[in-house]
């Protein structure tokens, strides 16, 4: 959405803002992921890079506080 060099440079010019921006896109896609599991389709496969070959790119603490809290909300 925001490609490599804007997101490297919004997570290092600002974590915490962009920790809620984080938030946000995961409230406007838990629709998305809301509709796939109504649907009736046998297999759905979804993926996106979390961490680079070499390990995150992020510093661990800020997954643990915006990201892994959204992926355990949408398994409610």
Request: aromatic share 18%; no cysteine; proline share 4%.
């Amino acid at each position: 959405m925001l490609g490599w060099d804007m997101l490297l440079l919004a997570a290092g010019t600002d974590a915490k803002r962009f920790g809620d921006l984080a938030n946000r896109y995961a409230r406007w896609m838990q629709q998305y992921f809301d509709a796939m599991a109504d649907s009736n389709v046998p297999v759905i496969m979804v993926h996106d890079d979390m961490v680079w070959s070499s390990g995150a790119f992020l510093h661990p603490d800020w997954y643990r506080q915006y990201v892994f809290p959204n992926f355990k909300r949408s398994l409610v």
